[in-house]
């Protein structure tokens, strides 16, 4: 699917190159009054690991929103490969806390991209939701409220919500802010699993071990891209310490 705007970019990206889920070209978005994401030219590899970094503010949520369909781009193209709609998983702090939810609830509405909110789950469903959150290490915690949760915890909910989604596209805001050493590790290993079962990720984070262990990353500064490339390459010091310095 190609999603085109006012067009400024002068090569559009090639639909038939399947080595990418998503590509970009000439993309610019931001709010009303507020460009953020200036001119953005790059591809999101298939079934790999993509790290969004960059500074507070460098546009990296706005880029999520972008490429989950829920901010619209005000010029360039963007192509999504065929596949699933994505599943993005917004920042805890984007979340409400005081929702009147389980957690099994949050999770279940993962399913209603498929069920619609009014039908009741399949067993299929009840499937999806009860694997999401063993994924998530979340089972013991299926019956509380989620305004009662820690924010690491609530974190974990969310994802396993993202997860019941099933796509083939998953998009996270910073995962594993707010995550014990424990459940950062468990959480890349999920992440890799993931990978490897078929999913494309996309995680914005200021993580950078996170970042390292992503197949590749990009790097936003002031909604430019500062850089693209393998994160061994890409993460030196100077690099972030450029990163860190006005554009
Ligand atoms: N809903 C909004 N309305 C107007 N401006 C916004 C909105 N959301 C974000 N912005 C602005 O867009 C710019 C980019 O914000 P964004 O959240 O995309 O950055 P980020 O890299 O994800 O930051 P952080 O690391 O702090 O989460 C910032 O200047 C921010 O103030």
Sequence with gaps: ???????????????????????????????????????????????????????????????????????????????RAGGR?????????????????TVRQTVQMGRWSDRGP???LTSRDHAA???????????????????????????RALMAQGLAQESDLLLLDEPTTGLDPEARERTATLLRDLA????TVVHATHDLDAARSADTCILLREGRLAGRGHPDRLLTPSALDRLRQPA
């Design 85 to 101: 709609p994505p599943a993005f998983v917004p920042q805890r702090t984007a979340v409400g806390g005081l929702l009147p939810l």
């Design 196 to 199: 490897a079962d078929g999913v």
């Design 118 to 120: 009014w039908r009741r």
């Design 1 to 79: 699917m190609t999603i085109m705007f006012n067009k400024t970019a002068s090569s559009p990206p090639a639909p038939q190159d399947a080595t990418f889920r998503i590509r970009v070209a000439g993309l610019s978005a931001g709010y009303a009054g507020r460009p953020v994401l200036r001119q953005l030219d790059f591809g999101i590899p298939a079934l790999a690991i993509t790290a969004l970094v960059g500074p507070n503010g460098s546009g990296k949520s706005t880029l999520l929103g972008v490429l989950a369909g829920v901010i619209r781009p005000t010029a360039g193209e963007l192509y």
């Design 129 to 155: 939701v009860a694997t999401a959150m063993d994924r998530l290490g979340i089972a013991d915690l299926a019956t509380r409220q989620l305004g009662e949760l820690s924010g690491g915890q609530r974190q």
